[in-house]
T-cell receptor, first 115, second 114 residues
Framework: ETGVTQSPTHLIKTRGQQVTLRCSSQ?????VSWYQQALGQGPQFIFQ???????GRGNFPPRFSGLQFPNYSSELNVNALELDDSALYLC??????????????FGQGTRLTVV | AQSVTQPDIHITVSEGASLELRCNYS??????LFWYVQSPGQGLQLLLK??????LVQGIKGFEAEFKRSQSSFNLRKPSVHWSDAAEYFC????????????FGTGTRLTIIP
């Protein structure tokens, strides 16, 4: 177990609705990244937060947004849900720094189904 | 832009047999390379990583990987697989300074038969 917890584990939403996914980072980690993993695909980077600021973003539209709180937990918000947003959403936390000195720990993910 | 190719979508191996999962990357300089494993319903667990130095990297659960710059490859190996190794395996690369993202391949699903 990594210490990164995500909630909820599963949820079903209707097209056009909005959803908020939550991530509690591992103790001591100040950087949180979010990934989308569609069925049969590898994870795709959505964005990353460091000290409550977004400091990296992948090729996702603005209706994907996020927040990071002072305790380093994070939220992923998706507006105007589309059927293609159905996926496993993974959160990863790590300490800021070079990748050779840190490791990203992933949560178990939230399975989002849009109908 | 960095990219990763895992040419094998699905591999079936007998328990006790050796395993090699292929990974090819595209990046101009020396990349940081990772192998992750994902069991059903689980998140990703880091098996091993390569940054520099010795090109043969040892990881957890008896896995190792070899970085070959001339072939742009980072193949994962295990001398003898166990039924518990059945999972999805992802190769990933990071090398884009200023952008924190990991770029993953599409994964290789490993099935173990008795």
């Amino acid at each position: 177990e990594t210490g990164v917890t995500q909630s909820p584990t599963h949820l079903i939403k209707t097209r056009g609705q909005q959803v908020t996914l939550r991530c509690s980072s591992q103790s001591g980690h100040n950087t949180v990244s979010w990934y989308q993993q569609a069925l049969g695909q590898g994870p795709q980077f959505i964005f990353q937060y460091y000290r409550e600021e977004e400091n990296g973003r992948g090729n996702f539209p603005p209706r994907f947004s996020g927040l990071q709180f002072p305790n380093y937990s994070s939220e992923l918000n998706v507006n105007a849900l589309e059927l293609d947003d159905s996926a496993l959403y993974l959160c990863a936390s790590r300490s800021q720094g070079a990748w050779d000195n840190t490791e990203a720990f992933f949560g178990q993910g939230t399975r989002l189904t849009v109908v | 832009a960095q990219s990763v190719t895992q040419p094998d979508i699905h591999i079936t191996v007998s328990e006790g047999a050796s395993l090699e999962l292929r990974c090819n990357y595209s990046y101009g300089a020396t990349p940081y390379l990772f192998w992750y494993v994902q069991s059903p319903g689980q998140g990703l667990q880091l098996l091993l990583k390569y940054f520099s130095g010795d090109t043969l990297v040892q990881g957890i659960k008896g896995f190792e990987a070899e970085f070959k710059r001339s072939q742009s490859s980072f193949n994962l190996r295990k001398p003898s697989v166990h039924w518990s190794d059945a999972a999805e395996y992802f190769c990933a690369v990071w090398g884009d300074f200023g952008n924190e993202k990991l770029t993953f391949g599409t994964g290789t699903r490993l099935t173990i038969i008795p």
